[in-house]
């Protein structure tokens, strides 16, 4: 079992910079691939970006690419999503996931943890 604990988010103008933060517990989390999503009202969860266990390989939607980072500290069990250049478009609820067996990074069906979730909201 994996437990996820987001922080962060909050309001901010257009252009600003927040950071997202993902506490897991469990024992194996550091074997686990680890993700983010969003979503909009009215709208499907959609990817934003994907890290591997170990924190070589990361993925971002074409959308945020050059604007977010996704990292993790596994001596500390933490994910992080580094959002910059923020646009009103990023506005929705961010959700942090696990992967735990191998699958397609950018479908949330494949991630079999999630956190609660954090409201992003940004202001033109």
């Known amino acids: 079992q994996v437990q996820l604990v987001q922080s962060g988010g909050g309001l901010v103008q257009a252009g600003g910079s927040l950071r997202l933060s993902c506490a897991a517990s469990?024992?194996?989390?550091?074997?686990?691939?680890m993700g983010w999503f969003r979503q909009a009202p009215g709208k499907e969860r959609e990817f934003v970006a994907h890290?591997?266990?170990?924190?070589?390989?990361?993925y971002h939607a074409d959308s945020v690419k050059g604007r977010f980072t996704i990292s993790r500290d596994n001596t500390q069990n933490m994910v992080y999503l580094r959002m910059n250049d923020l646009k009103p478009e990023d506005t929705a609820v961010y959700y942090c996931?696990?992967?735990?067996?191998?699958?397609?990074?950018?479908?949330?069906?494949?991630?079999?943890?999630w956190g609660q979730g954090t409201q992003v909201t940004v202001s033109s």
């Open positions: 996931a696990a992967m735990v067996k191998v699958g397609q990074r950018t479908l949330a069906r494949d991630y079999d943890y």
């Open positions: 469990g024992r194996t989390y550091s074997t686990y691939a």
């Open positions: 890290i591997n266990w170990s924190g070589s390989i990361t």
